[in-house]
C-alpha cells in the first residue's frame, strides 16, 4: 500500500509537471500573439522599460565597477607571474564581455526585476485587477504582461553593456590608475583581442536569451501565482531560484556553441 | 413585480461544478431591464460565481444565460468582449489598478474602448467622479483613498462607459455605515439614471432591502426564496427569517458538522 501511495504521489508530480509545462508554453505563445499592443503603443512598454531597466541601472552599475575592479586585482596578480601584466585589458574586456557581463546583469535582473516583475503581477491577481480587466473587455495579456516582456528582452542588452562598460571602467582604475600596468598597452592590447563579432556579438545574443528566459519565467510565474500572500511570496522565490539556474544552464550551452574550440 | 417584462439577463437550468464540488444546481433566474436586483445568500453559496458566470468568465456546466438575448457562454473571445464593453463589474474591494492615479483608473475604459480626444476625456472623467462626489481626488493614488471612496472610485470607473448591465459584488463589505448608505444609493441612482440593469450580490440584507427592487436567496447551490423587499420581510420562511433577522441558529447551523463532541474531548461515556 505504501509502495502504491508512493507511485501515486510521483505520477501525480509528472503529470502536474507536465501540464504546468503546457500552461507555460501557451502562455508563452499568447504573449507572442498579442504582442502588436507592445509595439503599437509603445508606451506602455517604455513605462516598463523605465520600471525594469532604467531602476535597475544602479545596482548594475555598482556591481558592474566592483566585478572589474576584482578583474583587475586578481588578473593583474595572475599575470603578474608569467610576467604578461600588459595583457590584463584583454582579460578584464574578455571575461566581462564573453562572460560575466550577461550571467551577472542577467542575475541581477531577476533579483531585482524578475522579483518585481512576479510580485507586481500576482498582486494584481490576487487584488482581482486582473479579473476587472477582463471584464472591462481589456485583455491583460496585451495590456499587462506583454509590454513586461518586451521591455525585459530589450533592456537587459543595454543592462550587460552598462556591466561590461563600467567592469572594464573599475578594471582601469584598479589596473592602469592604482596598480600603474601601462595605460597604452591596456587598451591596445584590449582592442586587439576583444572581436566585435565574436566577443561582443555574441554577449549580445546571450544576454537576450537570458532576458527573454528570465522576463518570461517572471510572468508566468506572476500570472501563475495563487492569490494569496503566500502564494505571491512563493512564486518570488520561484522566479529568482528558476531563473538563476535558467540563466546558468543556458549559459552553458550558449557557450559551448559560440566558442567551442577558440 | 413583473419579472416578465423584457429580460436583460435570463438564466436557465443552469448547473456548475468546480471539478467535482457542485456550487449551483438548477439555478433559473431573470433579471428585467431597468431593475435593481440582490442575490443574497451566506459566504460560499455561490453569489459570486453567478456573477462570472454572467460575464462569461466561466461557463456553466449545463443549462444557458442569455445576456442582452445573447447565449454568453457561446461567444468566442471577440463577442465575449464585444458584450463586455456594455458591462460593468464592481470588485469585491474596488480592484483599482494601484499604479495608476484615480483619474487613470476612470479614464481607462475610454482610453482602452474608444478614440475621444483627451479634452473630451477628461471631462467625462471629471463628471464621473463628480456623480460618486469625489472629483475632488482625480490626482489621487488608490492607497490615498479610504475603504469607502475606493468602492466609489471603482464605481465610477464600473460606469465609465454607461454600461446596460452592472454587476456589483459584496459591494458593502467592510464599510462604515455612512459609506454603506452612500454605495447603497449611488447604486439606486446610478442605475436609475442610467436606464440599466443592476445585480447586486451581497449578504447585508438591511442595507439592500433598502434598495432593490427584487431579491433571490441562494442556499447551498439552489434558489431557496425569492420576492420584492416586502415580501421578504413578511416571510416566514426559516432560512430567510434566520437570514433577514441575523439568527444565530436555524436551517444554517451555527455547527460545522464534527464527530461526537464528548469524544472529542477524550471524555469517558
Redesign the interface.
Known amino acids: 500500500m505504501a509502495i502504491d501511495k508512493h507511485l501515486r504521489s510521483i505520477g501525480a508530480r509528472v503529470v502536474d509537471a507536465v501540464w504546468r509545462t503546457g500552461y507555460a508554453t501557451r502562455f508563452f505563445a499568447l504573449i507572442l500573439i498579442h504582442s502588436g499592443t507592445s509595439f503599437r503603443r509603445f508606451r506602455l512598454t517604455v513605462k516598463e522599460l523605465f520600471s525594469s531597466g532604467v531602476m535597475s541601472l544602479i545596482i548594475i552599475l555598482v556591481a558592474g565597477t566592483f566585478v572589474g575592479m576584482v578583474l583587475g586585482l586578481q588578473g593583474y596578480e595572475t599575470l603578474k607571474r608569467y610576467g604578461s601584466e600588459s595583457a590584463l585589458g584583454s582579460l578584464v574586456a574578455l571575461s566581462l564581455v564573453r562572460e560575466l557581463g550577461p550571467v551577472l546583469a542577467a542575475l541581477l535582473f531577476a533579483s531585482r526585476a524578475g522579483s518585481a516583475m512576479t510580485a ?1 503581477i500576482g ?2 491577481k490576487a ?3 486582473i ?9 491583460p495579456i496585451a ?1 499587462v504582461v506583454a509590454p513586461r516582456f518586451w521591455a525585459g528582452v530589450i533592456s537587459l542588452p543595454l543592462l550587460s553593456a552598462l556591466f561590461s562598460a563600467m567592469g572594464v571602467f573599475g578594471g582601469y582604475v584598479v589596473g592602469v590608475v592604482l596598480i600603474g600596468v601601462d595605460e597604452g598597452s591596456f587598451w591596445s592590447q584590449m582592442q586587439g583581442a576583444v572581436d566585435f563579432q565574436h566577443d561582443v556579438l555574441n554577449g549580445v545574443l546571450k544576454s537576450l536569451v537570458f532576458g527573454v528566459a528570465v522576463t518570461a519565467i517572471a510572468l508566468f510565474e506572476g500570472y501563475d501565482a495563487p492569490p494569496t500572500a503566500e502564494g505571491v511570496s512563493g512564486a518570488t522565490t520561484r522566479t529568482v531560484v528558476q531563473s538563476s539556474l535558467a540563466i546558468l544552464i543556458l549559459d552553458f550551452i550558449l557557450t559551448a556553441f559560440m566558442f567551442r574550440g577558440n | 413585480m413583473s419579472l416578465s417584462a423584457s429580460a436583460l439577463v435570463e438564466i436557465r437550468d443552469v448547473n456548475f461544478a468546480y471539478a467535482k464540488r457542485s456550487i449551483l444546481k438548477g439555478i433559473n433566474m431573470t433579471f428585467p431591464k431597468g431593475k435593481v436586483i440582490a442575490v443574497m445568500g451566506g459566504s460560499g453559496c455561490g453569489k459570486t460565481t453567478l456573477l462570472r458566470l454572467i460575464g462569461g468568465a466561466l461557463k456553466p456546466t449545463t443549462g444557458s444565460i442569455k445576456v442582452d438575448g445573447q447565449t454568453i457562454h457561446g461567444l468566442d473571445q471577440q463577442g465575449l468582449y464585444a458584450i463586455r464593453r456594455k458591462m460593468g463589474m464592481l470588485f469585491q474591494f474596488g480592484a483599482l489598478f494601484t499604479d495608476m492615479s484615480v483619474f487613470d483608473n476612470v479614464a481607462f475604459q475610454m482610453r482602452e474602448h474608444t478614440n475621444l480626444p483627451e479634452e473630451i476625456i477628461h471631462d467625462l472623467v471629471l463628471m464621473k467622479l463628480h456623480a460618486v462626489g469625489l472629483r475632488g481626488t482625480h490626482e489621487l493614488m488608490p492607497a490615498e483613498l479610504s475603504g469607502g471612496m475606493a468602492r466609489r472610485v471603482a464605481l465610477a470607473r464600473t460606469v465609465a462607459l454607461d454600461p446596460m448591465l452592472i454587476m456589483y459584488d459584496e459591494p458593502f463589505a467592510g464599510l462604515d455605515p455612512i459609506s454603506l448608505s452612500v454605495v447603497g444609493n449611488l447604486i439606486r441612482s446610478l442605475n436609475d439614471a442610467l436606464g440599466a440593469t443592476s445585480i447586486v450580490v451581497t449578504h447585508d440584507v438591511q442595507e439592500s432591502l433598502k434598495i432593490v427592487d427584487y431579491n433571490y436567496f441562494i442556499a447551498d447551490g439552489v434558489i431557496i426564496a425569492e420576492g420584492t423587499p416586502d415580501e421578504v420581510r413578511a416571510s416566514d420562511k426559516p432560512f430567510v427569517h434566520q437570514f433577514v433577522h441575523g439568527e444565530m441558529d436555524g436551517p444554517v447551523p451555527f455547527h460545522y458538522p464534527g464527530g461526537d463532541y464528548r469524544q472529542d474531548l477524550h471524555l469517558r461515556t
Do not use: C, D, K
Not at chain 1, 479579473?131 to 485583455?139: C, D, G, K, Y
Open positions: 507586481e498582486l494584481m487584488t482581482e485587477q479579473s476587472a480587466m477582463e471584464m472591462m473587455a481589456v485583455n495590456r
